[in-house]
Each structure stands twice: as structure tokens, then as C-alpha cells.
């Protein structure tokens, strides 16, 4: 798996809870919230959540489980 940034993971940490605050339904909705916190760091905000994608996509192969 790919290594994040300092930055990269500083907006990871900042994504994650932003989701959980937010309850954000869709990667658009958290992107959407990120740049209006963020507005200068696009760069950062893309890293974080390809980077979180990838890892559910490890973690959960056949789709992440309802529930």
C-alpha cells in the first residue's frame, strides 16, 4: 500500500473527522466539506482519500459488508 505525506496524513486525520462530524454520505459530500475548510490544499485532500480508499478496498475485496 501506498504511504501518505505528513500533510497527507494530517488531511486524512482531518477527512476522518469531518466524515464522523458531518456524517458524510459520499466521498463528493466530504470532498465538498474538506475544500470549504481547506480551500488551498486540494493536493492533500485528494491524497487522503485515495489513500483511504485503497485501504477499504484492502480491507473489504467483495464490498464492505451492510450493517
Partial sequence: METLSDSGYDMLRAAVNAARQF??????????RLLMTFPDRETEINEAIAFWAANVRQRYPNG????
Wanted: hydrophobic share 35%.
Fill in 64 to 67: 464492505v459488508p451492510a450493517g
Fill in 23 to 32: 456524517q458524510c454520505q459520499s466521498v463528493k459530500a466530504l470532498k465538498e
